[in-house]
């Protein structure tokens, strides 16, 4: 049983997102990336204070993250599996050619949407969902989408975008 959020997300959030797309775009198009930067931090865990990624993890059962050459060897060795069997056995290269999972959710998450390789998790999933970096502003695009995906993501733009 997935465990509830702390923060009482509006229930259609994902719509108020992309309801909100338009007014999050002209933001980011706009934003003033070293004021943003200085207020990412305390908006990051802002939202992970409020918002319990184990409740959700929309993220683990929807998308893959990138697999860089780092993260398949140090997954691989705490699998203890040859990189090689490891790629065969969950990875496929998407039309970009990075490496990411063959399907959907990931295979690594549980019912209870903990993640049996967390310690050992790509890059990518240690820094999703970028509400502490400049990624948030510099790849608006991803972040648009990560809006309707993620819930802190929600809550940081809503935030930056009602001040």
């Known amino acids: 049983m997935a ?4 923060y009482p997300l509006p229930a259609s959030w994902e719509k108020t997102a992309a309801e ?4 999050y775009k002209q933001w980011l198009q706009r934003a003033n990336v070293k004021k943003v930067m200085k207020e990412l931090p305390d908006l990051h865990e802002e ?3 409020k918002i319990n990624c184990l409740a959700c993890a929309r993220c683990c059962r929807n998308y893959s993250p990138r697999f860089k050459t780092p993260d398949i ?7 203890r599996m040859k990189e090689s069997a490891f790629i065969d056995t969950y990875l496929r290269l998407d039309e970009d050619g990075d490496y990411v999972v063959k399907s959907s959710p990931c ?3 549980g019912d209870d949407n903990a993640c049996s390789i967390y310690e050992d998790r790509p890059s990518d999933c240690a820094r999703y969902p970028y ?6 502003v510099k790849r608006p695009a991803l972040t648009l989408k990560n809006t309707t ?4 993501v929600f809550y940081v733009m809503e935030t930056l975008t009602t001040q």
């Open 3 to 6: 465990q509830e959020h702390p």
């Open 20 to 23: 909100h797309a338009k007014r």
């Open 47 to 49: 939202a992970f204070s």
């Open 73 to 79: 060897k140090r997954i691989s060795k705490r699998l």
């Open 107 to 109: 295979p690594f998450i």
């Open 131 to 136: 509400t502490d970096e400049d990624v948030l």
């Open 149 to 152: 995906v993620c819930p802190a």
